[in-house]
T-cell receptor
Framework: EPEVTQTPSHQVTQMGQEVILRCVPISNHLYFYWYRQILGQKVEFLVSFYNNEISEKSEIFDDQFSVERPDGSNFTLKIRSTKLEDSAMYFC????????????FGNGTRLTVT | GDSVTQMEGPVTLSEEAFLTINCTYTATGYPSLFWYVQYPGEGLQLLLKATKADDKGSNKGFEATYRKETTSFHLEKGSVQVSDSAVYFCALFMEYGNKLVFGAGTILRVKS
């Protein structure tokens, strides 16, 4: 069964550094998402992306965050200047976008900001 | 806005016990409803779904029925196993919002 793959599985970075989290969505999917889960807390929506542009973003997704689909397969989340509170598990997801289509999630990237 | 409320955990059960995890939702329209499961150290996996009122989703012995009158989607399993220990997330999807909204998650621990 096709999978969403994310790399790296764990990223450690220093406060103020830029990080790029990478995702390869399922190949025939059209909608792409980033969610995050701070340890022990709920899964929070960050951003959705369709047709090469952001379709919706949450208040968490401020100017420090950006997303890009640089080629036909990758979908990236960039955090320009990381803060301690950005430490979380970041999940990428994709879907076909049909009304009843579930989101398929990757295994996540654990980001630790020191 | 749209939201999902789940019963707080952790829920601790003995093997072969009956499981219910309550989930209720608030939405302005008619969402699709999902249960996702997160095993330790892993990502989110779709467990089951229901797309309209009175639909029953089922998978791996788990069931949930979409109840519009009570805005609920409770997860049940007749006989849990140790391998069911995980975090369970109830979620809704509204087409206009084009995103999943998750509940807070419920930790399930099954003892042998």
């Amino acid at each position: 069964e096709p999978e969403v793959t994310q790399t790296p599985s764990h990223q450690v970075t220093q406060m103020g550094q830029e990080v790029i989290l990478r995702c390869v969505p399922i190949s025939n999917h059209l909608y792409f998402y980033w969610y995050r889960q701070i340890l022990g807390q709920k899964v929070e929506f960050l951003v959705s992306f369709y047709n090469n542009e952001i379709s919706e973003k949450s208040e968490i997704f401020d100017d420090q965050f950006s997303v890009e689909r640089p080629d036909g397969s990758n979908f990236t989340l960039k955090i320009r200047s990381t803060k301690l509170e950005d430490s979380a598990m970041y999940f990428c997801a994709s879907s076909t976008g049909t009304e009843v289509s579930p989101l398929h999630f990757g295994n996540g990237t654990r980001l630790t900001v020191t | 806005g749209d939201s999902v409320t789940q019963m707080e955990g952790p829920v601790t059960l003995s093997e072969e016990a009956f499981l219910t995890i309550n989930c209720t939702y608030t939405a302005t329209g008619y969402p699709s409803l999902f249960w996702y499961v997160q095993y330790p150290g892993e990502g989110l996996q779709l467990l089951l779904k229901a797309t309209k009122a009175d639909d029953k989703g089922s998978n791996k012995g788990f069931e949930a029925t979409y109840r519009k009158e009570t805005t609920s989607f409770h997860l049940e399993k007749g006989s849990v196993q140790v391998s069911d220990s995980a975090v369970y997330f109830c979620a809704l999807f509204m087409e206009y919002g084009n995103k999943l909204v998750f509940g807070a998650g419920t930790i399930l621990r099954v003892k042998s």
